[in-house]
T-cell receptor, first 115, second 113 residues
Framework: DGGITQSPKYLFRKEGQNVTLSCEQNLNHDAMYWYRQDPGQGLRLIYYSQIVNDFQKGDIAEGYSVSREKKESFPLTVTSAQKNPTAFYLC??????????????FGPGTRLTVL | AQSVAQPEDQVNVAEGNPLTVKCTYS??????LFWYVQYPNRGLQFLLK??????LVKGSYGFEAEFNKSQTSFHLKKPSALVSDSALYFCAVREGGSYIPTFGRGTSLIVHP
């Protein structure tokens, strides 16, 4: 999956808990992204980061938080405020800061299930 | 604003037959178009992209796509389908000035033996 790792592969959360999904890339990419995938809905953007110490909300940021303290790392926290967090979460990265032609490279995903 | 549509939720094809997965798009300026494939419980893998130049783009695993500006389409094709091509396929578009792509809902391709 192109030098991007996500952990864990499967994650179970109890109601009211915060959980953090890890995403690491060794591609020296500036931009990183988090997507949520639900059956039949395609990919929806949660957060993205163009550069270290900067990130922007995507289409469905409510109930999620991120940080970008290092270029290679972009962890996603699913908070208790996210009412329906059960989904497949995908992290991606691309090389240039604002390169329209860049290909995104995706990690293998984390499947989060709320018990 | 940019948008992309994959009009078919599922495409069924017999092994050895040609396959087409459809994608249409809408952008204000020049489109940058991408196809990705996803196998069960895996991340998306890049297949091919159109940026400029030749309208016929060749990609991984024998796939190709044809950019048609007048029809605003970017259909994915393969001359002879394999059972192992069965997967979920996503089309994505970026327009000039945007670095956040918009993804289609995905098309499930099922290749029957």
């Amino acid at each position: 999956d192109g030098g991007i790792t996500q952990s864990p592969k499967y994650l179970f959360r109890k109601e009211g808990q915060n959980v953090t999904l890890s995403c690491e890339q060794n591609l020296n990419h500036d931009a990183m992204y988090w997507y949520r995938q639900d059956p039949g809905q395609g990919l929806r953007l949660i957060y993205y980061s163009q550069i270290v110490n900067d990130f922007q909300k995507g289409d469905i940021a409510e109930g999620y938080s991120v940080s970008r303290e290092k270029k290679e790392s972009f962890p996603l926290t699913v908070t208790s405020a996210q009412k329906n967090p059960t989904a497949f979460y995908l992290c991606a990265s691309s090389s240039e800061l604002a390169g329209n032609t860049d290909t995104q490279y995706f990690g293998p995903g984390t499947r989060l299930t709320v018990l | 604003a940019q948008s992309v549509a994959q009009p078919e939720d599922q495409v069924n094809v017999a092994e050895g037959n040609p396959l087409t997965v459809k994608c249409t798009y809408s952008v204000s300026g020049n489109p940058y178009l991408f196809w990705y494939v996803q196998y069960p419980n895996r991340g998306l893998q890049f297949l091919l992209k159109y940026i400029t130049g030749d309208n016929l783009v060749k990609g991984s695993y024998g796939f190709e796509a044809e950019f048609n500006k007048s029809q605003t389409s970017f259909h994915l094709k393969k001359p002879s389908a394999l059972v192992s091509d069965s997967a979920l396929y996503f089309c994505a578009v970026r327009e000039g000035g945007s670095y956040i792509p918009t993804f289609g809902r995905g098309t499930s391709l099922i290749v029957h033996p």
